[in-house]
């Protein structure tokens, strides 16, 4: 039986002093089970003085959760976080009903006379219907506090949901894993069996499956209840992701995901009449798009 699925191709978006490959949604393919969003942004160094600058925007429907490899972010949010997040800490912010938030390079880091790196991903959850207007969370978690798996010329690190045996702390909506695979050059490892929808996205390096190769910025879907063994042709850094598919397909407009468009629509209106929560300690905000 064929293991792989689909080959999905980053599509690379200039965001201003640094490159973002955007995997999730696509043609086709608008989920991975509950993962609807997937940014790997960088890598790159910021100029002194610059850095990135995500101002205060509204999100509902779904849970966020940034991962660096390089860099940090200070993330604001209207609950009143307030969260500089580094390499290997997970940031984990539910939206539910609404929320609003900003994710800033810190001025620290601003100063630096070699720049600020930023290397990273970023991912939407799309939350089940029945949880899609609950309350709106933040929480934090170090990466002293995921659990890792290590051995063979691997070490995985859980982000998020069940796998290999254990369990990330963030509270997850819907079965799910979320795991950076780092491995030595040929080391191989078994993606997780037991759920239905799977993928593998290349952040460095390069894989192979079954013989073949994959590189930077592609990511392999593959069929549920198939074994699959990943083999590093080199040294390589590897995002494992999925789980069960969603309860329905969902609609996703700006930064808004929702199974009703109707609910959309008042998520629009909500943020030009200025009905969200504000950021405490970063009074700017990004308008409603036009289109």
Excluded at 231 to 244: D, F, K, T
Aim: no cysteine; hydrophobic share 40%; net charge negative.
């Amino acid at each position: 039986m064929v293991a792989i699925t689909r080959v999905l191709e980053g599509r690379p978006r200039d965001l201003g002093g640094f490159s973002v490959r955007r995997v999730l949604p696509t043609g086709g393919q608008q989920m991975v089970g509950p993962f609807i969003f997937f940014d790997h942004m960088g890598p790159a160094i910021f100029a002194p003085g610059e850095g990135v600058d995500v101002r205060p925007h509204p999100h509902i429907g779904l849970a966020t959760v940034t991962y660096l490899f390089e860099g940090q972010f200070m993330h604001r949010d209207s609950l009143g976080s307030a969260q500089l997040i580094r390499p290997g800490d997970v940031n984990w912010m539910v939206a539910g009903r609404g929320i609003a938030h900003s994710e800033r390079t810190p001025p620290e880091l601003r100063r630096a006379p070699a720049g600020a790196p930023i290397h990273g991903i970023q991912t939407w959850i799309a939350l089940p219907t029945a949880h899609e207007e609950t309350s709106p969370s933040f929480s934090h978690h170090p990466a002293a506090d995921l659990p890792e798996i290590t051995g063979d010329g691997a070490r995985l690190r859980l982000i998020a949901g069940e796998a290999y045996g254990a369990r990330a702390p963030a509270a997850v909506f819907s079965p799910m894993f979320y795991v950076e695979a780092v491995l030595e050059a040929g080391a191989t490892i078994e993606l997780p069996g037991n759920y239905q929808q799977r993928a593998a996205y290349v952040v460095e390096g390069g894989i192979e499956v079954a013989g073949e190769h994959y590189a930077v910025g592609q990511m392999t879907v593959f069929a549920a209840a198939v074994p699959v063994t990943l083999r590093a042709s080199g040294p390589a850094r590897v995002m494992l992701l999925g789980g069960a598919p969603l309860d329905g397909p969902r609609h996703i407009w700006w930064n808004f995901v929702s199974s009703s468009r109707e609910r959309l629509e008042r998520a629009k209106l909500d943020w030009r009449e200025d009905r969200f929560a504000a950021v405490p300690g970063d009074p700017e905000r990004i308008p409603l798009p036009e289109t």
